[in-house]
Nanobody
Framework: QVQLVESGGGLVQAGGSLRLSCAAS????????MGWYRQAPGKQRELVAAITSGGSTSYADSVQGRFTISRDNVKNTVYLQMNSLKPEDTAVYYCNADIMVQAGKVFRVDDYWGQGTQVTVSS
């Protein structure tokens, strides 16, 4: 069983900063790509940032230069540092990871999601 647990959301004024964390736990053999998505009311879930196991990163155009994704492979944790926040960044933020688990002699890769954490930016 694998779990992703997020923390760090909250209410912040425009221009402020927040840092989200997402820790993976359970029967983990290895973690491939990890990422953060967000979903605002009435909108589709969108990719915010992603990071490979080797540390390569990619960002949505809307957050480029303001958000930074990083990971700690020892702690199985991914972070999202969000600076210069804008009201349009308000959304529920979800952690996502491609995780290889081992069950006996069988290995499989599955896609896992966190429960989501609310980020609200006031103007």
């Amino acid at each position: 069983q694998v779990q992703l647990v997020e923390s760090g959301g909250g209410l912040v004024q425009a221009g402020g900063s927040l840092r989200l964390s997402c820790a993976a736990s359970g029967s983990i053999f290895s973690i491939n790509a990890m990422g953060w998505y967000r979903q605002a009311p009435g909108k589709q879930r969108e990719l915010v940032a992603a990071i490979t196991s080797g540390g390569s990163t990619s960002y949505a155009d809307s957050v480029q230069g303001r958000f930074t994704i990083s990971r700690d492979n020892v702690k199985n944790t991914v972070y999202l540092q969000m600076n210069s926040l804008k009201p349009e960044d308000t959304a529920v933020y979800y952690c996502n990871a491609d995780i290889m688990v081992q069950a006996g002699k069988v290995f499989r890769v599955d896609d896992y999601w966190g429960q989501g954490t609310q980020v609200t930016v006031s103007s």
